[in-house]
């Protein structure tokens, strides 16, 4: 089992940004994915950026990249989203999500196994 607890996130104006958090406790010393994907209510989720167990590969939506960052810090087993030029269309609930061992693709949000209790991400126009 492995816990996730967000942070971070909020209200700010289009071209502001805003960096997530997301801290793992529990079966941590398995090799996991880290992804964070988001959802707007009544949408399907939509995946945001991934990254790698040893932090050397990172995946990113076409929606988003250039702008965010994904990066984790394995010694304090937390994960971090960090989120540039925001706009009005990255409104959602954005998750922090683990995936355990390697099959399936990062990009997926089926792939993943473990979920944090999500954080409301809002950018005003």
């Known amino acids: 089992q492995i816990q996730l607890v967000q942070s971070g996130g909020g209200l700010v104006q289009a071209g502001g940004s805003l960096r997530l958090s997301c801290a793992a406790s529990g079966r941590t010393v398995s090799p996991y994915t880290m992804g964070w994907i988001r959802q707007v209510l009544g949408k399907e989720r939509e995946f945001v950026a991934a990254v790698s167990w040893t932090g050397a590969t990172a995946y990113y939506a076409d929606s988003v990249k250039g702008r965010f960052t994904i990066s984790r810090d394995n010694a304090k087993n937390t994960v971090y989203l960090q989120m540039n030029s925001l706009k009005p269309e990255d409104t959602a609930v954005h998750y922090c999500?683990?995936?355990?061992?390697?099959?399936?693709?990062?990009?997926?949000?089926?792939?993943?196994?473990?979920w944090g209790q999500g954080t409301q991400v809002t950018v005003s126009s």
């Open positions: 999500a683990a995936a355990i061992g390697g099959v399936g693709s990062p990009t997926n949000p089926d792939r993943y196994d473990y």
